[in-house]
């Protein structure tokens, strides 16, 4: 057995605005784990495709040098070398880029190797679309974090009023509906849920409700 593979994982997929980030992160926080935030690293290369539209994604996949931090309010940060782009990567011409380029399969490989170097002790709660399915296949405890189409975009909504940004509530219900079915439509590792996966839909529940039943899930996990 490698040391990658006695390192516990947690995977937690779904599509956008299911609350599988709020949610994987505090997991993370809970356990003291390591923390992916997988659609960053898809969003990043969708930034960098929009500022060079001439060259291949995939390439500037396999140049993308990005680490997370965390702001001193606890706000996670995405930075690419030396430029904080976490305000950038979630705009939602950004969130329409990282989709097209994640249905590369060129684009896919070039950050499978990125991913898996996160899986690092203690653990690892890892957040994405293929985390159960294809990038840790073999996570001790998998999720998948499923809401209604509706919720999905109220959620983004006032997230996006929030930051102070534009939002109209039937635009972002056709962004996500569309997002919805590039991905799950796409034939390099499509939105599903892997078989051994607990599915859970938040629609009507709140994030620590949500949190509770992953932690419960790893303690069965743990201790079976
Ligand atoms: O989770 P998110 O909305 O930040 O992800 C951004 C895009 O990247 C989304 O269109 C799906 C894609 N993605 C993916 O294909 N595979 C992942 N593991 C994570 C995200």
């Known amino acids: 057995m490698s040391s990658a593979e006695s390192v516990p994982v947690i995977t937690v997929d779904g599509p956008s605005g299911s609350g599988k980030g709020t949610v994987a992160l505090a997991v993370a926080r809970s356990l003291g784990w390591n ?62 880029a990282a ?56 959620r983004r909504h006032k997230q996006l009023i929030g930051k102070g940004q534009s939002a109209n509530l039937g635009d972002l219900l056709r962004d996500i509906g569309e997002r919805d079915r590039r991905d799950r439509e796409r034939s390099a590792a499509p939105l599903r849920p892997a078989d051994d996966a607990l599915m859970i839909d938040s629609t009507a529940l709140d994030v620590p409700t949500v949190v509770q039943q992953i932690l419960s899930q790893r303690a069965l996990v743990a201790t079976g």
Do not use: N
């Open 99 to 154: 989709s097209k380029v994640a249905a590369d399969p060129r684009v896919r490989s070039a950050l499978v190797q990125a991913q898996r170097d996160f899986c690092r002790f203690p653990g690892l709660v890892a957040d994405g679309r293929d985390m159960g399915t294809v990038i840790f296949s073999d996570a001790g405890v998998k999720v998948f974090l499923t809401a209604s189409v509706e919720e999905r975009a109220r």
């Open 35 to 96: 923390f992916l935030d997988s659609g960053a690293l898809y969003r990043v290369v969708g930034l960098l495709s929009l500022r060079h539209p001439s060259k291949p994604a995939a390439e500037l996949a396999r140049g993308v040098e990005l680490h997370f931090e965390q702001a001193a309010d606890g706000t996670p940060q995405v930075w690419l070398g030396d430029e904080d782009v976490s305000a950038a990567i979630r705009s939602e011409s950004v969130s329409q």
